[in-house]
């Protein structure tokens, strides 16, 4: 209850800074000596409703699951390229490469995480270009793999970085919600290399593109790790 105050409070007074600045940089939007202000309003909007969503979001509370007869078939592919692009991973020299605040670094091989119990969700994916598919994904739960590797869970961001190039990053207590996985198969076989082989975040909380595919390295950091689409205006804590 006293959390929920203070976040409150700060709530508030973040909503009459903003107010402010609005009101003082209204007329700027169009200045050309000033081109950028509406986008610095836009980013510090954005980040205040990282604020909100983070303190709004509980990890006991699951995402919506699904019967098998509702999976979409076939399967939808988005990335920044062209589904003939996908980066195409060598499943037996692959490793996930582990930086930060991680007491056990040393790099992960495909078979320890089939070795670690496996879950399976049908959960609904959704994407910010307009469209929604519901799917099976199984793999490991992150809380479990972070927990194995030593991670410090009090950190506050664990970061994603792929095989094409694309990074991501998202929030501790979203890392720790159970149905947040390291999913290695799609409907009961291992991804395909578009979908992310040979493992993705399947984070059915969020949006589609904080779900990396075809990840190579994760780290745990204190420091903000924004990610591909974030740095193009995209809301980082990317709730759904
Ligand atoms: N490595 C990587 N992961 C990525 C992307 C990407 O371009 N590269 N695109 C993201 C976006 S915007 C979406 S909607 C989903 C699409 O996942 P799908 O191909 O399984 O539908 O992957 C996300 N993860
Ligand atoms: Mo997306």
Redesign the pocket.
Known sequence: MKKLIINRRNLIRRTLAFGAATTLTGCDFDDPAHPDVADQVLTAMSHWNDDVQAALFNRHTLAPTYPASAITRP??????YSIDHAPQVDPVAWRLHLTGRIGDKQPLKLGQLRGMPQESQITR?I?VEGWRVIGQWSGVRLSNVLRAINADLNARYVSFH?A?G?FESIDMPSALQPQTILALDFLGAPLTA???APIRLRIPTKL??K????IVAMGVTNQFPSGY?EKQGYNWFGGS
């Open positions: 399967p939808r592919f988005n990335a920044f994916f994407c792929c094409d694309y578009p979908f992310g589609g593109y779900n990396a595919k075809s689409w």
